[in-house]
């Protein structure tokens, strides 16, 4: 090795060192305030009332939870009064500016939220199914009850939000047929379509989360002081409101 080559090693180890670094806070300065997108979902335009597609469909999936007391969303793909009302208590809630226009700020928060899934980040497919992994045998196909704990999961982070973002512990989600026989579900029981959840105390006693979940889009609550229910809360999707839980004042 000559002397020239030798002397030169020291400046060209703080060249790539500096060419290095000077990388790493180009991407910084680049990336920084920008909307990141996850291996779910990426919203490509800003959504407000009057617009309709897909887009406002993935949008509505995820502020579900959040319609007004004893109020229930449309997943409809329409952004109408009802969707703007939900995204402005979404924005409340996370401390955005609340105007009810889907934008950067607020997909950034979505993606925050949620896994390349689409699961909210403190939920999962598995807690919400430990009858099979396969979503079969339910009282629709397994396509259609999977859909409908992904829609109860959005609810359940904004119900867990709006408690101080403690855990919320589920005992039950999806069931088939058989599981729910061996349980003692009742035969039209919402467990078969995958969008009921029983929620067991833990941060919070059973009648805090009956209490709470009227805020979040649940039709079906059940729970201390309805028949068989004094061990845990019982929240669904059902078509009309049937709310029940007499020692919760509810």
């Known amino acids: 090795m000559s002397r020239r080559t030798h002397r030169s090693l020291p400046f060209r180890l703080l060249l790539s060192i500096l060419m290095i670094a000077t990388a790493s806070l180009t991407g910084v300065v680049a990336t920084a305030g920008t909307a990141q997108a996850d291996g779910c979902y990426t919203w490509?335009?800003?959504?407000?009332?009057?617009?309709?597609?897909?887009?406002?469909?993935?949008?509505?999936?995820?502020?579900?939870?959040?319609?007004?007391?004893?109020?229930?969303?449309?997943?409809d793909g329409e952004y109408g009064p009802g969707t703007a009302a939900a995204v402005t208590r979404f924005q409340a809630a996370y401390g955005l500016a609340a105007d009810g226009v889907a934008g950067p700020a607020t997909f950034s928060k979505i993606y925050a939220l949620q896994d390349d899934d689409c699961t909210p980040v403190h939920f999962s497919y598995a807690e919400l199914n430990n009858c099979n992994s396969t979503w079969a045998g339910g009282a629709v196909s397994a396509a259609t009850a999977k859909?409908?704990?992904?829609?109860?999961?959005?609810?359940?982070?904004?119900?867990?939000h709006a408690l101080g973002d403690q855990s919320i512990r589920v005992t039950s989600g999806f069931r088939s047929h058989a599981c729910n026989d061996a349980v003692g579900g009742a035969a039209s029981s919402r467990h078969l379509y995958g969008d009921a959840a029983d929620l067991g105390s833990g941060p919070h006693s059973l009648c805090r989360l009956a209490q709470q979940a009227r805020n979040h889009g649940f039709n079906g609550i059940l729970g201390p002081g309805y028949p068989g229910h004094g061990d845990h809360t019982h929240l669904d999707h059902r078509a009309g409101r049937f709310w029940s839980a007499s020692s919760c004042g509810i």
């Open 44 to 75: 490509s335009r800003t959504l407000s009332q009057g617009t309709s597609g897909a887009d406002v469909t993935a949008l509505q999936i995820r502020v579900a939870g959040y319609p007004g007391y004893g109020g229930v969303l449309a997943i």
């Open 147 to 160: 859909s409908n704990a992904l829609r109860t999961m959005w609810k359940l982070e904004a119900l867990r």
